[in-house]
């Protein structure tokens, strides 16, 4: 990277950006394929920009879902943001002021900014301006572009990110054998919860957490 580049880009935020850029392309035309104006997930992603809260929102909003469950439910998804919050500004020390940056804080960015030094408020600035821009721009092509995409493309950018969101499924399970349970009992809720519309997610996503306390510890002192 040019020096000139260098001073104003993070290294680590390239590979970041270029990993946003087609999940954030496929929630543009997720939006658009829901029948939801142009400029809807483009707000979204400036003002929210958290990938799976952001589907999540999609999803609740085009199934009528309560105001109180849809901010309960994206809130739950996002509980983990506010540890690393918490943990990112415990150790980097910053005043109250550049805390507003903690918007563009992403479990990307939160990795990248974790290791080494802790970063001052203008590195971090480096870090995360690109992925959070990348992120924004990819929305909105995929919002702009969803009316003129073939229907066959944009099935397929539906397909990836299913694929997406089950290989992080498969991974967490392989990593975590107790989440099974936790799945499992979380997807049967809200299959069973169906009739209460929106609040099915928020009724399976509590239900897999309780499942989770149950017998975690159970498999932990099982395990030689």
């Known amino acids: 990277m040019p020096p000139r580049l260098a001073r104003i880009v993070d290294t680590r935020a390239l590979p970041i950006a270029l990993g946003y850029l087609p999940v954030a392309f496929a929630f543009g035309l997720a939006a658009v394929a ?26 609740l909003v085009a199934t009528g879902a309560p105001l109180v469950a849809s901010v309960l439910a ?26 507003a940056l903690a918007l563009w804080l992403t479990d990307e960015t939160f990795v990248a900014a974790s290791l080494g030094p802790a970063p001052q408020p203008w590195e971090f600035l480096r870090l995360a301006w690109l992925p959070y821009s990348a992120w924004v721009a990819g929305t909105a092509l995929g919002a ?55 609040w099915s997610l928020l009724v399976g996503m509590g239900t897999g957490a309780i499942a989770h306390l149950l017998i975690a510890p159970k498999v932990k002192e099982t395990r030689p």
């Open 74 to 99: 994206i809130w739950l998804i996002n509980l983990r943001m506010a540890l690393e919050s918490l943990s990112f500004f415990r150790r980097a020390g910053w005043s109250r002021r550049p805390r």
């Open 144 to 198: 702009l572009l969803g009316g003129i995409l073939p229907s066959l493309l944009r099935d397929a950018f539906g397909i990836s990110i299913d694929a997406l969101f089950l290989t992080l499924l498969v991974s967490t399970l392989r990593q975590e054998p107790s989440a099974v349970w936790s799945a499992l009992c979380g997807a049967a809720a809200a299959l069973l919860a169906q009739p209460l519309g929106g």
């Open 34 to 59: 829901l029948h939801a104006p142009a400029w809807f997930p483009i707000l979204l992603s400036l003002l929210l920009y958290a990938g799976a809260s952001q589907f999540a929102a999609l999803h």
